[in-house]
T-cell receptor, first 115, second 112 residues
Framework: AQKVTQAQTEISVVEKEDVTLDCVYETRDTTYYLFWYKQPPSGELVFLIR??????QNEISGRYSWNFQKSTSSFNFTITASQVVDSAVYFC????????????FGTGTSLTVIP | DTEVTQTPKHLVMGMTNKKSLKCEQH?????MYWYKQKAKKPPELMFVYSYEKLSINESVPSRFSPECPNSSLLNLHLHALQPEDSALYLC???????????FGPGTRLTVT
């Protein structure tokens, strides 16, 4: 079973629009971590955020915000006032305390921001 | 400094060649990883080193051979690869188990 599901394969938005990328996860562990990564066309995976299972506070960093809801096992990512530089593939990932160093990546959402 | 470096950036090799990919980090991280990524797919874990010992080997063919000479360096030795091994190979490191991994820029490998 897929531990991390990103149902949106591709999204296109016009510049300055807001966009939300969905992430749903599955785990039986009580201690786990959730992550978002950005992979621009250059290929390097860039770490954006880590959230642990005990901290459901939403987070905002500039135009980026994240909404973590344990009740729905979701960790969604919103980009406000999107820019062309936001065009990339975004991966959500999960790590569990009992599996140690293993990351479970979602299949990624390819975001295209049209100028 | 959250930099992980990888060399070379690009590599083209024949199926009979032997080559090595190199990865280095100076963040004091004790876990290092090799991933393989095909186009439009998420990274697939190949190997994990924790405190310089191989702790996870995801049933990778023996034509890929990892090596961790010290806590800052990670190598991936390649031998007798197949065309389907062409991919982006990513190295990553993390401070602790299940914490965020920092990725290098990757090596784009083409096997001819």
């Amino acid at each position: 079973a897929q531990k991390v599901t990103q149902a949106q394969t591709e999204i296109s938005v016009v510049e300055k629009e807001d966009v939300t990328l969905d992430c749903v996860y599955e785990t039986r562990d009580t201690t786990y971590y959730l992550f978002w990564y950005k992979q621009p066309p250059s290929g390097e995976l860039v770490f954006l955020i880590r959230r642990n299972s005990f901290d459901e506070q939403n987070e905002i960093s500039g135009r980026y915000s994240w909404n973590f809801q344990k009740s729905t096992s979701s960790f969604n990512f919103t980009i406000t006032a999107s820019q062309v530089v936001d065009s990339a593939v975004y991966f959500c990932a999960l790590s569990e305390s009992y599996t140690g160093n293993q990351f479970y990546f979602g299949t990624g959402t390819s975001l295209t921001v049209i100028p | 400094d959250t930099e992980v470096t990888q060399t070379p950036k690009h590599l083209v090799m024949g199926m009979t060649n032997k080559k090595s990919l190199k990865c280095e980090q100076h963040m004091g991280h004790r876990a290092m990883y090799w991933y393989k990524q095909k186009a439009k797919k998420p990274p697939e874990l190949m190997f994990v080193y924790s405190y310089e010992k191989l702790s996870i080997n995801e049933s990778v063919p023996s034509r890929f051979s990892p090596e961790c000479p010290n806590s800052s360096l990670l190598n991936l030795h390649l031998h007798a690869l197949q065309p389907e091994d062409s991919a982006l190979y990513l190295c990553a490191s993390s401070q602790k188990m299940y914490y965020e991994q920092y990725f290098g820029p990757g090596t784009r490998l083409t096997v001819t």
